[in-house]
């Protein structure tokens, strides 16, 4: 596996379910990432993790929980989500924090939608 | 305000056409400025890489960085079908780690 793994890539999910998505780097990155993408609208920054340290938390819902147990794997754990929720959620990583290296890697995303 | 504006398009050119794609923002303190493009069912991809203001070349590509005007432009030379993407503008203050995007811009390039 090379690049930025994420699974699952597409996931259906009523509101009161609890599921996952999972994230894993097989880059030597340091710094990982959560974006939501919804339909024209700019990717929105939601989690950042330096060092397994959360660094940012850009007001998001508690329905989201983030959890990153080493430097190559970053989970988001969902629950009681909402059908505005419904989005492509993107991880990405990268060497240093972005402003340092300016490069963003992003996985395939994981396709949410709920019910 | 957004912080960053960009036209979702989407944008429609034959084959072999020069494109322009183009970016506004508000932040004076932005000095990283990338270009992402990203295909249908994958994730973004950087492309283009700028520091400050000026011009930066790459094969077909061009990315310009006019900072008095806040205004970034991506140009693309004789473009082909495989350019079809959505292309998002990107950039980052000094000494900041957020990434902050335009909503993309649509791109199809018919052969």
């Known amino acids: 596996e090379t690049g930025v793994t994420q699974t699952p890539r597409h996931l259906v999910m009523g509101m009161t379910n609890k599921k996952s998505l999972k994230c894993e780097q097989h880059l030597g990155h340091n710094a990982m990432y959560w974006y939501k993408q919804s339909a024209k609208k700019p990717l929105e920054l939601m989690f950042v993790?330096?060092?397994?340290?959360?660094?940012e938390n850009n007001s998001v819902p508690s329905r989201f929980s983030p959890e990153c147990p080493n430097s190559s794997h970053l989970f988001l754990h969902l629950h009681t989500l909402q059908p505005e929720d419904s989005a492509l959620y993107l991880c990405?990583?990268?060497?240093?924090?972005?402003?340092?290296?300016?490069?963003?890697?992003f996985g395939e995303g994981s396709r949410l939608t709920v019910l | 305000q957004k912080e960053v504006e960009q036209d979702p398009g989407p944008l429609s050119v034959p084959e072999g056409a020069i494109v322009s794609l183009n970016c506004t923002y508000s932040n004076s303190a932005f000095q990283y400025f990338m270009w992402y493009r990203q295909y249908s069912r994958k994730g973004p991809e950087l492309l283009m890489y700028t520091y400050s203001s000026g011009n930066k070349e790459d094969g077909r590509f061009t990315a310009q960085v006019d900072k008095s005007s806040k205004y970034i432009s991506l140009f693309i030379r004789d473009s082909q079908p495989s350019d079809s993407a959505t292309y998002l503008c990107?950039?980052?203050?000094?000494?900041?780690?957020?990434?902050?995007f335009g909503a993309g811009t649509r791109l199809f390039v018919k052969a």
């Open positions: 990107a950039m980052i203050n000094t000494g900041g780690f957020k990434t902050i």
């Open positions: 990405a990583s990268s060497q240093g924090l972005a402003g340092v290296s300016g490069e963003l890697f």
């Open positions: 993790y330096s060092l397994e340290e959360r660094v």
